[in-house]
């Protein structure tokens, strides 16, 4: 008789979360169509280099919530595989300019899987903390490597990097061309990502964050998994570094420095941790707090602004701004 009663009952929560699911699916369907037409006609309205800058960014911060948001790794040595992107790729359209934009922008891809290999390889079986800090002491041997190099140009970086030819007939001079060229890399590097995550080994990743000892109970090889996700956020965050180096024909330092790892932190607490969304609104937030207060009378106050921010973000939308809002259309749309 109680199996006759619980059968309905489960059923109904399976509908239910079907329905659910579904309503779910449509909204972010939406979302994207809405979300790729205001992209592609913002530059006409929108300083298209700005636009470029924050798709960096946003790619940037998407690719360590991939590790972060899924897999439960804190790397603070992310910065290491932005710059190695981009100064792989600078380095190689300056010195073979006979090579395609799109060839020296892979350079750097692979140069930055190669690293996150090699991070992840020694990292990867320490937890926490531990692995927290061995990612920031690995990527702070990056940053003097990088400094002392001379082909980086060292504390100047290096500068002039031509933005060349796609496919050896768009010219990537022209802003508008660059910018749908910066466009596509992200739309890829995002729907890459969302496909990881809902596929088969984004749910063992994510049995893997809830918990590791179940996980491996299970039968899982937890470090192969966790290494994978590693390398591909390092993969992710070098076509990043590479794209943005391309656009301001430039590879810096900058990229590389311990504060480049914090702040793509900040994008990714600040927009919400673990949701598709989050890093993306997170980094639009920062990039456009920085652009505008650095050439106003508050210039100098920039990272106390955003500290203060951080802070309410941290107090008021513990989940991020994107978890409050969809934990608020779940609770009024259920």
């Not at 007939?169 to 992200?186: G, H, K």
């Not at 607490?269 to 990039?287: D, K, N, R, W």
């Amino acid at each position: 008789m109680s199996d006759t009663i619980k059968n309905p009952e489960q059923q109904q929560r399976v509908r239910v979360e079907r329905e659910r699911r579904i309503a779910a699916s449509r909204r972010n369907k939406i979302f994207f169509a809405v979300f790729i037409v205001i992209a592609l006609v913002a530059p006409f309205g929108i300083y298209p280099v700005f636009l470029m800058k924050l798709l960096c960014f946003a790619l940037f911060a998407c690719a360590f919530n991939l590790l972060l948001g899924y897999a439960g790794l804190l790397s603070f040595g992310h910065a290491a595989f932005l710059a190695t992107g981009g100064y792989i790729t600078g380095f190689v359209l300056t010195e073979y300019s006979g090579l395609g934009t799109e060839l020296g922008i892979l350079a750097g891809t692979a140069a930055s899987a190669a690293l996150g290999l090699g991070f992840g390889l020694l990292a990867i079986r320490r937890q926490g903390i531990y692995f927290a800090m061995i990612t920031l002491a690995l990527a702070q041997l990056v940053f003097f490597m990088f400094m002392q190099s001379s082909f980086t140009g060292g504390e100047n970086g290096l500068q002039g990097v031509p933005r060349g030819q796609l496919f050896g007939f768009i010219d990537l001079q022209d802003n508008l061309n660059m910018y749908y060229f910066v466009l596509a890399i992200f739309l890829f590097g995002f729907l890459l990502i969302q496909r990881t995550i809902h596929s088969p080994y984004g749910q063992v990743l994510k049995a893997i964050r809830e918990n590791e000892p179940r996980a491996i109970s299970l039968g899982y090889n937890v470090d192969a998994h966790k290494l994978l996700a590693f390398v591909l956020s390092a993969a992710l965050t070098g076509l990043a570094g590479a794209t943005k180096t391309v656009v301001f024909q430039l590879a810096s330092l900058t990229d590389a420095h311990w504060h480049m790892s914090g702040e793509v932190i900040l994008m990714t607490l600040l927009g919400g941790v673990g949701t598709v969304l989050g890093p993306f609104v997170g980094a639009s937030i920062v990039v456009t707090l920085q652009t505008y207060l650095s050439n106003s009378p508050l210039g100098e106050w920039v990272h106390v602004i955003l500290g203060v921010i951080f802070v309410l973000c941290v107090l008021m939308f513990r989940a991020g701004i994107v978890g409050w809002f969809s934990k608020l259309i779940q609770r009024n749309f259920k």
